[in-house]
């Protein structure tokens, strides 16, 4: 079942169009990541489907309905939730805090809270043992965790992580790719936005490849990580 519809969307910054008659769908489950340089487009193509920048043009729908009309704030209660790049986190709250704004779309008991903030404690231990610390003074890493745990506060049915791997040493992507694979593994839609592309099609089981605005090539992972012109743009000739 698509989950996801993305069909004929622009997106313009005054006269520059940074994404141009984008289409993509993603499945119930599915992972699917979008990869590209820096500057392709992948970033606008994201912000316009997650509502947080308008599209000059075309169709997006997430579940059979038209959220083209809606504002940002009202994708989460749908079940569709981004982690930003960047990560975001509000520097001044506790992680506790952080966590607990996830859950701003749903309308919990306080036993479901709990409850929810333990499955985040097990997927992150690291976020268990500074619970109480300001989200400011965590590593990039752990901030990265606390992004991610505060996406899945929401319950959501589909995540869009937006270069998550970012500024991290390798051992803390380690980490955090295990953490995806994790989240994956329970049934949540995911749509992985990165610059490390072997990294993304390691884990994805399709993608779109985004050149200049557009969306150039698409397919299985599989095949496109032994497409020549993926290894040369975007693997390099080692993997």
């Known amino acids: 079942m698509t989950l996801l519809s993305v069909g004929g969307v622009d997106v313009h910054y005054g006269q ?5 008659d984008a289409a993509l769908e993603i499945g119930q489950g599915e992972v699917v990541t979008l990869i590209g ?3 392709a487009g992948k970033s606008s193509l994201i912000n316009s489907i997650c509502r947080l920048r308008g599209c000059g043009r075309g169709q997006i729908a997430f579940n059979g309905a038209d959220i083209v009309p809606l504002q940002a704030h009202q994708l989460p209660a749908l079940g569709l939730v981004q982690v930003p790049e960047g990560r975001r986190v509000f520097g001044r709250l506790t992680v ?3 966590l607990k704004l996830g859950t701003f779309c749903r309308k919990i008991s306080r036993q479901e809270l709990e409850q929810d903030l333990a499955g985040v404690f097990d997927l992150f231990p690291r976020l268990a043992e500074r619970r109480d610390q300001a989200a400011g003074t965590l590593s990039g890493g752990e901030q990265q965790m606390l992004a991610i745990g505060r ?5 959501p049915r589909m995540l869009f992580l937006d270069e998550p791997s970012m500024g991290l040493a390798p051992r803390m992507i380690d980490v955090i790719y295990g953490a995806i694979t994790a989240i994956a593994g329970q049934g949540v839609s995911l749509l992985i936005v990165e610059q490390n592309a072997f990294l993304a099609l390691e884990l994805a089981q399709r993608a779109y490849v985004m050149e200049a605005g557009s969306i150039t090539l698409s397919g299985y992972c599989a095949d496109l990580i032994s497409d020549e012109r993926v290894r040369e743009a975007y ?3 080692a993997h």
């Open 16 to 20: 520059i169009a940074a994404v141009r």
């Open 37 to 39: 340089a820096n500057g």
């Open 96 to 98: 506790v805090e952080n």
């Open 151 to 155: 996406g899945l506060m929401a319950k």
């Open 235 to 237: 693997l390099g000739h």
